[in-house]
């Protein structure tokens, strides 16, 4: 079952042709959520080949400009495509006014409602849940109010081994009681222990989204052992002091969280336009973390099972 995030921008403040300011989606179980909505995120899920009609949560991690100036068009498009059903924004509430301001000079409204959910960044907080998936905000270290967000997987049913299943002759009607630990007590009253019937669950999946932070270690605890982290990294080593005065990370500060916080792995973005190259930030994100890629526009990470 799919579990993949797309990155549609990756570059900071000044977006380029080759590096767009910060979107990403994330599929999980078809479910399609988009994490921050900078400049030209339509263009981009056009681009990848992702149905924006398909989103209905919106996630966005702060109020500077390169990551929510494209809601405002994306609302619109929304609403040229005759959606009806309702989008879903997590975000800051000063945003929340900004939208409303943006629909009220549109002639005949968006067709759809817009249920909107203010984040406290308080500390880490439930702010959404379905059968399949858990989301929390967690506050980071920015000149504004910020958070990240860490998408979970509830924990699964085991899978049934099948050839017993079949040699028992257990009716269709038990099975999910089965997947659920239930033992079985065939039709002369011998119980089959479920631990015969089945085998572990895989794993639940993982990610988590650092987005503009100074290096903070106090985020370490939300983050542990997840598969997949994104934390920005605006700046190299050289940058490390521009970094601190702007409430940003370098990649080997970006790396040291990874690392302390036992990550499978880490992709770092948001980077400054003056790198003209990236290899430098990859190289040294590596010498902390050795299991770090780049976040480029375009590319894809799948979280497999198992």
């Given amino acids: 079952m799919v579990f993949s995030l797309t990155i549609l921008g990756c570059s900071s403040a000044m977006p380029s042709p080759g590096r767009f300011s910060t979107a990403q989606v994330l599929n999980v179980l078809e479910r399609f959520f988009l994490i921050d909505c900078g400049e030209g995120t339509q263009i981009q899920l056009k681009r990848f080949h992702i149905k924006f009609t398909r989103i209905n949560h919106v996630f966005i991690s702060h109020l500077h400009g390169d990551h929510f100036l494209g809601i405002f068009g994306f609302i619109s498009s929304l609403s040229l495509n005759n959606r009806k059903l309702p989008l879903h924004i997590y975000g800051p509430f000063r945003l929340k006014e900004l939208i409303d301001m943006f629909i009220s000079t549109m002639e005949k409204g968006i067709g759809f409602d817009i249920i909107f959910h203010p984040l406290h960044y308080q500390g880490n907080e439930l702010i959404f849940e379905d059968d399949k998936l858990t989301v929390e905000s967690f506050p980071l270290r920015h000149r504004v109010p910020t958070c990240g967000f860490i998408f979970r997987e509830k924990p699964k049913l085991r899978h049934l081994r099948s050839l017993i299943i079949k040699e028992l002759n257990i009716p269709i009607r038990l099975l999910q009681s089965i997947k659920e630990g239930e033992d079985f007590y065939d039709e002369d009253g011998k119980?089959?222990?479920?631990?015969?019937?089945?085998?572990?669950?895989?794993?639940?999946?993982?990610?988590?989204?650092?987005?503009?932070?100074?290096?903070?270690?106090?985020?370490?605890?939300?983050?542990?052992?997840?598969?997949?982290?994104?934390?920005?990294?605006?700046?190299?080593?050289?940058g490390k002091k521009r970094a601190k005065e702007t409430g940003h990370s370098t990649a080997r500060q970006a790396a040291e969280i990874a690392n302390r916080a036992g990550v499978k792995k880490l992709i770092i973005g948001h980077f400054s336009h003056r790198y003209k190259s990236l290899e430098t930030l990859l190289n040294e994100a590596r010498e902390e973390f050795p299991n770090t890629e780049l976040a480029i526009d375009g590319i894809v990470f799948d979280i497999k099972e198992g």
Avoid: C, Q, W
């Fill in 191 to 238: 119980m089959h222990p479920n631990h015969t019937l089945t085998k572990e669950a895989s794993p639940a999946r993982s990610y988590a989204f650092v987005s503009d932070t100074a290096k903070n270690p106090g985020i370490v605890p939300f983050i542990k052992g997840v598969d997949l982290l994104y934390h920005e990294a605006t700046f190299s080593d050289e």
